[in-house]
Each structure stands twice: as structure tokens, then as C-alpha cells.
């Protein structure tokens, strides 16, 4: 994966970025029990701070907030709850986010939402202000989840983003894929990153193992929101066809969302542990280490930083096939079409390879995502990095 298009890199180390940007960020389907979205904005907002800049998130709740955090200034603005999301709210009220942006007066502009706020690169244009939207999902996936597989809609639709915006940032190729096909002119491609310090194999810990999986049982982990399109009915079902087939395993899942009740009348009589959402990343991060495998069933992923932390912590991953993980997660794991059985017989082939050199392989895959290389990638991408950053290399 290349972090930025040749052309268009070469062409903005010709333009010196002023020393200090007010990067405002604006995003949608965020919360305070979020992952990766969140995760995501967090880290670079704390990259953009770090790197010298002024960062500002714009995100919506249930009642108005201002606060400065590492990851410099959140503000929260009221905005309605979404029908069958488990939460989630948006940014719905134009007049008050635009007179917002005015007071705001941003160097730069950057969207996490291709859909409800996409008429903030409109409002860029006008004002003048460079614009970027980061596409954390594929269109064209979560229509066919919707049942409208329609492939004009998605490229009408994501040529209206591409036109926008000027600058489209997708964090996988394959995430890039449906912007290529429509030839937009303004698409970079920029990994995310993980927290290499808190997942890392050093946090194994034999009692988080023995308390979910007595007797030497495989143990596997999902981290997931527990939403349709992230399709963690698909764990559920690989540890039925496993126990079918005589695997002693069990599974733990964290998150929460919409899901969770179908998912618990699903998992019946299965050894399935509903460990709900967990805010503390050290907790998560022992479980992750303590796996025998960690699952991402999604098939809209377009990254799936999930999946990363799981690597990080040295813990291999089966994905599945039809998303952009097998790009990220590479020889660290293995790929699956979208049924529990053929999960289940990845997880099978993952269990009877050299378990360490396997979880070696994890985490050295995992160590090419650092948080670092991913906010160079979005700064280079806001042309927002000092002069001397922009020599030649």
C-alpha cells in the first residue's frame, strides 16, 4: 500500500504548508462506546497536535460540549439519534454547523461522513478552505448489505463525493477500488495505524486465558461492533461448525450494539461469553494476546483496525475475504468467504501452523501500521507538514 499517490505527493512538496494549520475535523456515527472510527479520529488528532497544529473535532451528541482533550478540541453539538443504530447520532442542523465552520474559520477541512455531511466540501469551496473525505466505508458494499446491489447508484453517488472534496482519502486499495473506478482524479490512499504499545504480545496473561477458556480450550475473540453490516452472526456460526466437528472452543465477544439480543438467542447453548464494551484498551489488549485467533467477519470492511490490534498483540487473524482485510493482515492469518464454516475451517488451518512462529509473523505485520506513518500520510495528504518535511527523499 502506498501512503500517498506519487504525482500528487511530488506536487505538494513544491508547496511549502504554513507552520501552523487549524485542521477542523468533522464526523458522524461517533460516540463515547465507539471503535474505530473513534479510535482512528483520536490518534490523529493527537498526531495533528503533536506535529504542531491546531486540531478541532466536531462531533455529534445529546447535549452541546466544549472541551480540550489530547487530541485537542472536541466540540459537541446536539444532533438526533439514529432508528436501529444503537445509538449513534448526526450532525443534522446546516445552519448551526456552517455558522460553526465561520467562527471555526479552518485551514483545512476533514469529513468523516461521505453521505449526511457531504455538503461541507461545498461550503469549503466557498470559503476557500482545502477539504478532504476520509471514506472509512465502501458504498457500493453497504448498498448490497441494504439489498440495493446497484453499481450506477454507487459510482453516481461516489462521483458526487469525488467532486466535492478535493481530496479523497481511502486507507486501503481496496477501499480506493470504487473511487478508481470511476477514474476520480483526487483519491490517495493512506493506512491507518495501530497502537503498538498497548496491543503487543507482552500482554498475555494466563489467567485472562484460564478464566474464558478452562481445560486448554481454543479460544477465539471478536471485536466488533455488533451491527448488521459487521456481521459478527458469522463468529457465532464458526464455533457451532467447530464444536460440530469435535474442536473444543470458545468465544468471547466485545462490543455492543443493535445486534446484541438476536446474537445471544443465536449463541444458545454455545459457549459464547457477551463481554460487552470494554473501555479499557489494557483489558482488551490481555484478551487479544490470550486468543488462539481473533475473528473480523465484516465484508464492507474497508481497514478494520480491529483486526490490526489483534495482529499488534501477536494474535492471528482470520478475515473475511470479500473485504479489504486480507490486504491489511497479509501471511498473518487467513481468508474466509462469508459463512461460519468456512470461518471455521480457516480457524482450523491457522490452529495447525507454527504457533510461534505464526504469532511472530502477527505482529511483525502489524509493526508496518504505526500511528505515526498513518498521521504523516494525513498530513501530507492536508499538505499541513512544515517546509523542511517536503525536501526530497
Same mark, same amino acid.
Given at each position: ?14 508547496? %511549502? ?5 487549524? /485542521? @477542523? ?7 463515547? #462506546? ?7 479520529? =483520536? ?29 485537542? =478540541?472536541? /466540540? ?55 477539504? @478532504? ?6 458504498? +457500493? ?18 462521483? #458526487?463525493? +469525488?467532486?466535492?472534496?478535493?481530496? /479523497? ?6 477501499? !480506493?477500488?470504487?473511487?478508481?473506478? /470511476? ?26 486465558? !484460564? $478464566?474464558? +477458556?478452562?481445560?486448554?480450550? @481454543? ?12 456481521? %459478527? ?12 466437528? $469435535? ?17 445471544? #438467542?443465536? +449463541? ?47 494474535? %492471528? ?77
Amino acid at each position: 500500500m502506498t501512503a500517498v499517490d506519487g504525482g500528487a505527493a511530488d506536487r505538494k512538496r513544491r508547496e %511549502p504548508a504554513p507552520e501552523r494549520l487549524r /485542521i @477542523v475535523r468533522l464526523a458522524n456515527f461517533v460516540m463515547a #462506546r465507539s471503535g474505530g472510527l473513534r479510535t482512528a479520529l =483520536r490518534c490523529l488528532g493527537a498526531g495533528y497536535e503533536a506535529a504542531g497544529h491546531e486540531a478541532v473535532l466536531v462531533v455529534p451528541g445529546d447535549a452541546h460540549d466544549d472541551e480540550q482533550t489530547e487530541q485537542g =478540541r472536541v /466540540i459537541t453539538l446536539p444532533g438526533p439519534k439514529v432508528p436501529g443504530t444503537g445509538g449513534y447520532r448526526v450532525l443534522l442542523d446546516r445552519r448551526r454547523l456552517a455558522r460553526l465552520l465561520d467562527d471555526l474559520a479552518p485551514d483545512r477541512l476533514e469529513v468523516s461522513d461521505r453521505t449526511t455531511l457531504r455538503w461541507t466540501g461545498r461550503w469549503a469551496r466557498a470559503a476557500g478552505v482545502p477539504s @478532504v473525505m476520509v471514506s472509512h466505508e465502501s458504498l +457500493a458494499g453497504l448498498l448490497a448489505l441494504t439489498g440495493l446491489a446497484d453499481r450506477r447508484l454507487a459510482d453516481t453517488l461516489n462521483a #458526487r463525493t +469525488a467532486a466535492a472534496y478535493d481530496t /479523497i482519502v481511502c486507507t486501503t486499495a481496496w477501499g !480506493a477500488a470504487e473511487f478508481r473506478r /470511476i477514474e476520480a482524479p483526487n483519491v490517495v490512499e493512506v493506512p491507518l495505524g495501530v497502537d503498538l504499545t498497548t496491543f503487543h504480545p507482552s500482554r498475555r496473561d494466563p489467567a485472562v486465558r !484460564a $478464566g474464558h +477458556a478452562p481445560s486448554g480450550a @481454543v479460544l477465539l475473540a471478536l471485536c466488533s461492533r455488533l451491527s448488521v453490516e459487521k456481521r %459478527p452472526d458469522l463468529a457465532i456460526d464458526a464455533l457451532a461448525a467447530l464444536r460440530r466437528a $469435535g474442536v473444543d472452543a470458545v468465544l468471547v465477544i466485545v462490543g455492543d450494539g443493535p445486534l446484541r439480543a438476536a446474537l445471544a #438467542r443465536r +449463541a444458545y447453548g454455545l459457549p459464547v461469553h457477551f463481554a460487552g464494551f470494554l473501555p479499557d484498551q489494557d483489558a482488551v489488549s490481555a484478551l487479544l494476546a490470550s486468543a488462539d485467533v481473533a475473528l473480523a467477519p465484516g465484508p464492507v470492511e474497508t481497514f478494520g483496525l480491529a483486526a490490526l490490534e489483534a495482529l499488534a498483540s501477536g494474535t %492471528p487473524a482470520v478475515v473475511n475475504l470479500a473485504s479489504a482485510l486480507p490486504e491489511v493482515v497479509g501471511d498473518a492469518g487467513a481468508t474466509a468467504p462469508g459463512t461460519g464454516p468456512a470461518f471455521a475451517a480457516a480457524i482450523v488451518d491457522l490452529l495447525g501452523r507454527d504457533t510461534p512462529r505464526l504469532r511472530a509473523d502477527a505482529r511483525t505485520r502489524a509493526e508496518r501500521f504505526g500511528w505515526p506513518t498513518a498521521v504523516d500520510g494525513f498530513l501530507q495528504a492536508h499538505r499541513a507538514h512544515p517546509a523542511p518535511v517536503w525536501s526530497s527523499r
